[in-house]
């Protein structure tokens, strides 16, 4: 069965700190697709990453940076230098590739930003 | 470039009532995935279709609920005779193919209240 863990379920910083957000996951799949959504106060889901369980190298795009390590099922999320805007619940989610039909999510970590 | 669009975004429902929500996928996907959020938790998995096909539908419940994807017009999902328990945001995500290389796009989601 799989499953996503997000062990922390609230996090508070200071705007310019830096914060990492644990995933970690569970599957026989050798396969997978792994993803990180933003779930900004407004409700809606931003797509930020999709990693394949093939690609290991770790990502930078602005501000985030994800680092996959197979080899303890993790995919965490660092956000550099943290803004009030960045205050958002953040989930991870997993896909199996047989099926590919559903998304299992982690439960959330809420970022709090303060100015 | 119109994104995943749900109505209502907000819908109020006396206990027994039937509660209708709506998802247009973006232009050009063909595939529909509803997902529930209980307050407080992570997205979990209801039903995935494409056009005039139920293809997963392992997440919903066994009775009171069901989706539809008609040839014409938007993904339906419907619920009859509501109960507290089913007071949640529902969302509704697209993608242009099916399996986890390709990114679901979620709608704001239809946030249901059952009184």
């Known amino acids: 069965a799989q499953k996503v863990t997000q062990a922390q379920t609230e996090i508070s910083v200071v705007e310019k700190e830096d914060v990492t957000l644990d995933c970690v996951y569970e599957t026989r799949d050798t396969t997978y697709y792994l993803f990180w959504y933003k779930q900004p106060p407004s409700g809606e889901l931003v797509f930020l990453i999709r990693r394949n369980s093939f690609d290991e190298q770790n990502e930078i795009s602005g501000r985030y940076s994800w680092n996959f390590q197979k080899s303890t099922s993790s995919f965490n999320f660092t956000i550099t230098a943290s803004q009030v805007v960045d205050s958002a619940v953040y989930f991870c989610?997993?896909?199996?590739?047989?099926?590919?039909?559903?998304?299992?999510f982690g439960t959330g970590t809420s970022l709090t930003v303060i100015p | 470039n119109a994104g995943v669009m749900q109505n209502p975004r907000h819908l109020v429902r006396r206990r027994g009532q039937e509660a209708r929500l709506r998802c247009s996928p973006m232009?050009?996907?063909?595939?529909v995935y509803w997902y529930r959020q209980l307050p407080e938790e992570g997205l979990k998995f209801m039903v995935y279709l494409q056009k005039e096909n139920i293809i997963d539908e392992s997440g919903m419940p066994k009775e009171r609920f069901s989706a539809e994807f008609p040839k014409e017009g938007p993904s339906i999902l419907r619920i009859q005779q509501v109960v507290r328990g089913d007071s949640a945001a529902y969302f509704c995500a697209s993608s242009s193919g099916q399996g986890g290389s390709y990114e679901q796009y979620f709608g704001p989601g239809t946030r249901l209240t059952v009184t």
């Open positions: 989610a997993f896909c199996p590739p047989n099926t590919g039909n559903q998304f299992y």
């Open positions: 232009k050009g996907h063909s595939h």
